[in-house]
Nanobody
Framework: QVQLVESGGGLVQAGGSLRLSCAAS????????MGWFRQAPGKERELVAS????????YYVDAVKGRFTISRDNPRNTLYLQMNGLKPEDTAVYYC?????????????WGQGTQVTVSS
């Protein structure tokens, strides 16, 4: 089992920044690819960004390219999402996830989510 706990969400004005963290415990963090998903009210959950087990490869959905950066610190068992240039449409609950292939939806574990609200 892997337990994932997100933090760092909050209320920010458009153009501002937030850094989300996801602390992992349990099984070896570095065994898993990791990702950040988000779900806005009335919408389906969508993949925002993912990173390979080593951190050497990453993926971003077009809507956040150039604004968000995903990273991981394996010795600290922590995943990050640096979000700059936030827009109201980024408002959502953000979830971290661990699995064997995030982009293919092979998710083994989910966090409980953290709310991000961007005001215009």
């Amino acid at each position: 089992q892997v337990q994932l706990v997100e933090s760092g969400g909050g209320l920010v004005q458009a153009g501002g920044s937030l850094r989300l963290s996801c602390a992992a415990s349990g099984r070896t963090f570095s065994n898993y690819a990791m990702g950040w998903f988000r779900q806005a009210p009335g919408k389906e959950r969508e993949l925002v960004a993912s990173v390979s087990w080593s951190g050497g490869s990453s993926y971003y959905v077009d809507a956040v390219k150039g604004r968000f950066t995903i990273s991981r610190d394996n010795p600290r068992n922590t995943l990050y999402l640096q979000m700059n240039g936030l827009k109201p449409e980024d408002t959502a609950v953000y979830y971290c996830a661990a699995g064997s292939n995030i982009r293919r939806g092979l998710i083994d574990y989910w966090g409980q989510g953290t709310q991000v609200t961007v005001s215009s």
